[in-house]
């Protein structure tokens, strides 16, 4: 898991909207996006390591790549997050940050980003 | 699982937008938003019983807070929902709730709504 | 899981709407949608299967109607992805594609879609 907060935030400043939305969206089956806490490190590493527990890289399954289990936390984590815009930045809880989450890399990725202006 | 349908749509009612979208968003690390239903209490009860099951208090966690299966929890059900708004009001299907999912409780919390109209 | 990506296309294109976002609802408490590999039907496969590993039906549950897993898998997923519009029609990634995710079928089921243009 990567923190792309500083990353977005760019991104949000650079369009001058003040209040809206930003959605980040994550164009990869084996990536995912998430918020949560950012400043112990190791809250991120529990998040990792417990996935694999639930889903573990060798148990029985269909797809023949070796790589079913990072589908499956694709989707429990979920491909998009939406984090309001506040005053021209996130708008983010005090220990929030916005975590690109890698569970089949290195490699490299992308998230794309759209900003809707609140009405 | 607290059922907070009510209140978000008593802020989407006094904005007068008709029809759109109703961004939740959760600024906390240890809690989470989602819909489900709201007939029977016994379902949000399974959810939270089953995630307890999934994801232990008493494993062994690298974060030092004790709280570390709260953090994982509030990514696997996600920090955002978006619903719908049609005819002024949130558009939800029958037998639909909106939920703030507490995992570290009880505390005083806040969930951050955003309008936005349909193009 | 059922991939609902031309159907979703459609709706996109005759809207007119360049770009901005797709935001797909799920009114039903039984039922998810998400977003991964589109190329290989064994990834949904594995997908539901591991899903049912994660949440079986036969726990022991207080909602009495016999479909607990099929709502605590639907608050897993999630009731709603957004998805980018540019150019006029859903921004994916190469392998992606748009599923419906039934826990509790078969059903006649329905998806809402609201087009929000980017700002």
Redesign the interface.
């Known amino acids: 898991m990567v923190d792309i907060t500083a990353e977005v935030n760019s991104v949000v400043k650079k369009?001058d909207?003040q209040?809206?939305?930003c959605?980040l969206?994550?164009?990869?089956?084996t990536a995912a996006v998430?918020?949560?806490?950012s400043a112990?490190a190791?809250?991120a590493?529990?998040?990792l390591?417990?996935?694999r527990s639930?889903?573990p890289a060798d148990?029985h399954?269909?797809?023949?790549?070796g790589n079913?289990d990072a589908?499956?936390k694709?989707?429990?984590?979920?491909?998009?997050?939406?984090?309001?815009i506040q005053d021209g930045h996130l708008?983010?809880?005090?220990?929030?940050g916005v975590f690109f989450c890698e569970f089949d890399g290195p490699r490299q990725r992308q998230v794309?980003v759209?900003?809707?202006?609140?009405?």
Chains 1, 2, 3 share one sequence.
């Open positions: 369009s909207l209040s809206g939305t959605h969206y994550v164009p990869h089956t998430t918020v949560n806490e112990d190791f809250v590493e529990d998040i390591e417990h996935l639930l889903v148990a399954y269909k797809h023949r790549e079913s589908h499956i694709a989707s429990l984590i979920g491909p998009d997050v939406t984090v309001p708008a983010l809880g005090t220990w929030q794309w759209t900003l809707i202006k609140e009405t």
